[in-house]
């Protein structure tokens, strides 16, 4: 599977962007997907997580009510919509993905995850 991560941009605290994730190579719909983000000197966090059918998703607490995550298996892509942006969600956002045509554990760390994107660049200014 390849992931091409895309969206990213400079926007205001308050503004809004919304992260595509778009996946070649494999049928997209067997695959649960995250989205990871990684500040400048710090280690990469997990950011939210939907599964094969986007029946079930899980977010860390600092998006909650802010960020959704959605999936189109028709297009083979996975959407990060970020709203209420703030200066802390600087930071490179990642997509990747793990064959699970089932039951998908939220919590599973980045070690979970077979396949990455190049990540996309979200800088939020105060």
């Known amino acids: 599977v390849q992931l091409q991560a895309s969206g990213g941009g400079l926007v205001q605290a308050g503004g809004s962007l919304r992260l595509s994730c778009a996946a070649s190579g494999a049928t997209f719909s067997s695959y649960a997907v995250g989205w990871f983000r990684q500040a400048p000197g710090k280690e990469r966090d997990f950011v939210a997580n939907?599964?094969?059918?986007?029946?079930?998703?899980y977010y860390t607490n600092s998006v909650k009510g802010r960020f959704t995550i959605s999936r189109d298996n028709a297009k083979n892509a996975v959407y990060l919509q970020m709203n209420n942006l703030k200066p802390e969600d600087t930071a490179v956002y990642y997509c990747?993905?793990?064959?699970?045509?089932?039951?998908?554990?939220?919590?599973?760390?980045?070690?979970?995850?077979?396949?990455w994107g190049q990540g996309t660049l979200v800088t939020v200014s105060s």
């Open positions: 990747a993905a793990v064959y699970s045509p089932g039951p998908f554990n939220p919590v599973a760390g980045m070690a979970a995850y077979d396949y």
């Open positions: 939907i599964n094969y059918n986007g029946a079930s998703t």
